[in-house]
């Protein structure tokens, strides 16, 4: 079946610095990537969606300069989060939506500590 | 303003009994229902769909039921298993294709 790859599955930051999520879609085109925010017990968050070649669409309260996405080709899209603050520590996950189907495909998370 | 609610955070079924996850949902525009299993650190797993234009799926052990007057869908499980244990998550999309839109979850505990 359809996998998405998402890395690192954890990382830990220092204040201020920036990482950079990505999500790969292993043996089919993924023309559009939703990137979701968990905080603990609460339910995934849409922070944007992202169409490959063209600019994300950012949900209403997402900061488009502080959560750069880029999906720049129909298996890669990444999300860097910049100037990474401790408010930023949460769980993000990528979905895709396999070209052609209404099928959606999630990563397996990556778990972001900002100390 | 959250437009999915799952207003049991959480459920204890005994092995062999059925689950019963429920979901209500306020945008009347949605038309595509989803539900995930999700462990702590892991992304969501599928389970189950349904679209508006059925009441009812069914796959294995898992049954969704769809009431779209009362805007609410809720997910059977039986019989329920011990490896049934994880948070479940009612989603919903205006079409497929569309960005789901995820309730806060159930978790639920299967006891032997």
């Known amino acids: 079946g359809a996998v998405v790859s998402q890395h690192p599955s954890w990382v830990i930051c220092k204040s201020g610095t920036s990482v950079k999520i990505e999500c790969r879609s292993l043996d089919f085109q993924a023309t559009t990537m939703f990137w979701y925010r968990q905080f603990p017990k609460q339910s995934l968050m849409l922070m944007a969606t992202?169409?490959?070649?063209?600019?994300?669409?950012?949900e209403q309260g997402v900061e488009k300069d502080k959560f750069l996405i880029n999906h720049a080709s129909l298996t890669l899209s990444t999300l860097t989060v910049t100037s990474a603050h401790p408010e930023d520590s949460s769980f993000y996950i990528c979905?895709?939506?396999?070209?052609?189907?209404?099928?959606?495909?999630f990563g397996s998370g990556t778990r972001l500590t900002v100390v | 303003d959250q437009q999915v609610k799952q207003n049991s955070p959480s459920l204890s079924v005994q092995e062999g009994r059925i689950s019963i996850l429920n979901c209500d949902y306020t945008?009347?525009?949605?038309?595509?229902f989803l539900w995930y299993k999700k462990y702590p650190a892991e992304g969501p797993t599928f389970l189950i769909s349904?679209?508006?234009?059925?009441d009812k799926n069914e796959d294995g052990r898992f049954t969704v039921f769809l009431n779209k007057s009362a805007k609410h869908l809720s997910l059977h499980i039986v019989p329920s298993q011990p490896g049934d244990s994880a948070v479940y998550f009612c989603a919903a999309s205006e079409n497929s294709g569309y960005a789901l839109n995820f309730g806060k979850g159930t978790s639920l505990l299967v006891t032997p």
């Open positions: 349904i679209s508006s234009i059925k």
């Open positions: 979905s895709a939506i396999l070209r052609g189907s209404a099928g959606y495909t």
């Open positions: 945008n009347s525009m949605f038309d595509y």
């Open positions: 992202s169409n490959e070649g063209s600019k994300a669409t950012y």
